[in-house]
């Protein structure tokens, strides 16, 4: 899945006492990041350089992405993609925005080695810089305000730009950019916040942890720590969205990313012909 960065920056001594302290060498990367990217954040937008939509699909990297993703293929409606399904989106639509995330050293570079001409590309301003290595199309970054104070005001007085919430992971950094761009009716796909194989969850966490858990479909699934807690941002901002007039519909067709009365679950393609 995109949201997983290959460096965990908590102990598991620090989850299990509740200490969210980040550790100093993710805290030493965010400002070695920003110091690499500067040239490039001062040259570029912000998130109001983005056009104004109406609708959106955002694509998670889950595993249930394979079962509607062929419903992409000439959609008319805006697609927001995370940088490691970029490729395989790429099959079926050109996406207007693509958005990463991570702090830490991934294979991004190849994620985003394409044809990027006219794709705007998403990004915090504590990216890795390899994001940007292969990257022709336009660039925006975010000042995300769950960093720390120091570096958010530094940011803030150098570049401009404003602090703004961006999520823990690739997913539903997709989702608030399309809410950020006005869209008023989003659906979800490859949002599963989930393995499918309790091997998958026990490699991430360093054969530590993985909690099975039934999915909405009734299939049982294995999920992490970090996948619980950022499913309760998640849903939680779905909440707050809806009270803006944004119908937030899962189109995941599998996973844990659902809770009655805060996220809908509908079939891509019953989406595609009564929200579109």
């Known amino acids: 899945m995109s949201s997983l960065?290959?460096?965990?920056?908590?102990?598991?001594?620090?989850?299990?006492?509740?200490?969210?302290?980040?550790?100093?060498?993710?805290?030493?990367?965010?400002?070695?990041?920003y110091e690499s990217n500067r040239p490039l954040i001062l040259k570029s937008k912000g998130i109001d350089g983005l056009p104004i939509i109406e609708t959106a699909v955002a694509v998670g990297a889950g595993w249930s992405l394979s079962k509607?993703?062929?419903?992409?293929?000439?959609?008319?409606?805006?697609?927001i993609t995370s940088d490691k399904c970029l490729k395989r989106v790429l099959e079926y639509t050109r996406p207007l925005v693509v958005c990463a995330l991570?702090?830490?050293?991934?294979?991004?570079?190849?994620?985003?080695d394409i044809d990027s001409e006219g794709i705007y590309l998403v990004a915090p301003v504590t990216a890795h810089p390899r994001t940007f290595t292969n990257w022709k199309g336009p660039i925006i970054f975010v000042n995300p305000q769950n960093t720390c104070e120091e570096l958010v005001c530094l940011v803030?007085?150098?570049?401009g730009l404003v602090p703004s919430f961006r999520g823990e992971n690739?997913?539903?950094?997709t989702f608030l950019t399309a809410v950020s761009m006005g869209a008023k009716r989003v659906a979800l796909l490859g949002m599963n916040y989930c393995f499918e194989a309790e091997e998958e969850a026990l490699n991430v966490t360093r054969q530590q942890h993985a909690i099975k858990?039934?999915?909405?479909?009734?299939?049982?699934?294995?999920?992490?720590?970090?996948?619980?807690?950022?499913?309760?941002?998640?849903?939680?901002?779905?909440?707050?969205?809806?009270?803006?007039?944004?119908?937030?519909?899962?189109c995941s067709e599998g996973g844990i990313?659902?809770?009655?009365?805060?996220?809908d679950t509908l079939k891509f393609k019953l989406w595609r012909r009564y929200c579109v």
């Open 5 to 33: 960065p290959r460096c965990d920056p908590f102990t598991e001594k620090e989850r299990a006492s509740g200490d969210a302290t980040i550790s100093m060498a993710v805290y030493r990367q965010w400002f070695e990041n």
């Open 68 to 79: 509607n993703i062929g419903l992409l293929k000439d959609i008319q409606v805006p697609v």
């Open 102 to 112: 991570n702090t830490a050293r991934t294979d991004v570079e190849t994620w985003l």
């Open 156 to 159: 803030q007085k150098e570049t």
């Open 170 to 173: 690739v997913g539903m950094f």
């Open 213 to 250: 858990i039934m999915d909405y479909t009734g299939q049982w699934v294995y999920t992490v720590f970090d996948w619980i807690d950022s499913r309760k941002s998640f849903l939680e901002f779905c909440d707050f969205a809806k009270s803006l007039g944004v119908t937030v519909v899962n």
């Open 257 to 263: 990313l659902w809770e009655q009365g805060v996220v």
